[in-house]
T-cell receptor, first 111, second 116 residues
Framework: GQSLEQPSEVTAVEGAIVQINCTYQ??????LSWYQQHDGGAPTFLSY????GLEETGRFSSFLSRSKGYSYLLLKELQMKDSASYLC????????????FGDGTTLTVKP | EAEVAQSPRYKITEKSQAVAFWCDPI?????LYWYRQILGQGPELLVQ????????DSQLPKDRFSAERLKGVDSTLKIQPAELGDSAMYLC??????????????FGQGTRLTVV
């Protein structure tokens, strides 16, 4: 089985940098994804890590340490529109490639 | 831009009634997922299809829920009878063949179900 833990809430100021953590335990790890979900909206894909290290996409970066069961999402130059829930999801290494989601971290960006 | 289509967007039903949701994935996406999301929680996988075959339905309450994807394209999720605890957002998502490394799932806007 798989379990994931994320902080429930994070608050930051516009223009700042914020880090959102995700720790996981899994019986078979294939990769980890991050999704953004605005209130009442659908999750949208942000990033995917299968190997250790940092992946950068614009203002967003995601880091993975497989040995520690740990990932973080780094958001730079925060904007008000970044206020949303951020979900990490671990994909297992079975043929189905099932993904299990964490409960999400609500980011509030203040002016 | 291609997107996952779901209908209806909102559904209010009385408990013990039957309800059905429809999903049309992005063309060419072999993998289709149905998730249930309760407010304040992450999406929970109910069923995953690879083409027309179910590859995971371990969390689907099979006494009342059923799902099909007869031609390997669009899909229907049914609840009969609905219970108060089924009130949630039902999300459909699709991706390229997950067996061959497709990693990004594209989600539809969901169906918000309220059981009264």
């Amino acid at each position: 089985g798989q379990s994931l833990e994320q902080p429930s809430e994070v608050t930051a100021v516009e223009g700042a940098i914020v880090q959102i953590n995700c720790t996981y335990q899994t019986s078979g790890f294939y990769g980890l994804s991050w999704y953004q979900q605005h209130d009442g909206g659908a999750p949208t894909f942000l990033s995917y890590n299968a190997l250790d290290g940092l992946e950068e996409t614009g203002r967003f970066s995601s880091f993975l340490s497989r040995s520690k069961g740990y990932s973080y999402l780094l958001l730079k130059e925060l904007q008000m529109k970044d206020s949303a829930s951020y979900l990490c999801a671990v994909r297992d290494n079975t043929n189905a490639g099932k993904s299990t989601f964490g409960d999400g971290t609500t980011l509030t960006v203040k002016p | 831009e291609a997107e996952v289509a779901q209908s209806p967007r909102y559904k209010i039903t009385e408990k013990s009634q039957a309800v059905a949701f429809w999903c049309d994935p992005i063309s060419g996406h072999a993998t289709l997922y149905w998730y249930r999301q309760i407010l304040g929680q992450g999406p929970e996988l109910l069923v995953q299809f690879q083409d027309e075959s179910v590859v995971d339905d371990s969390q689907l309450p099979k006494d009342r829920f059923s799902a099909e994807r007869l031609k390997g394209v669009d899909s229907t999720l049914k609840i009969q009878p609905a219970e108060l605890g089924d009130s949630a957002m039902y999300l459909c998502a699709s991706s390229l063949n997950s067996n061959r490394g497709g990693t990004e799932a594209f989600f539809g806007q969901g169906t918000r179900l309220t059981v009264v």
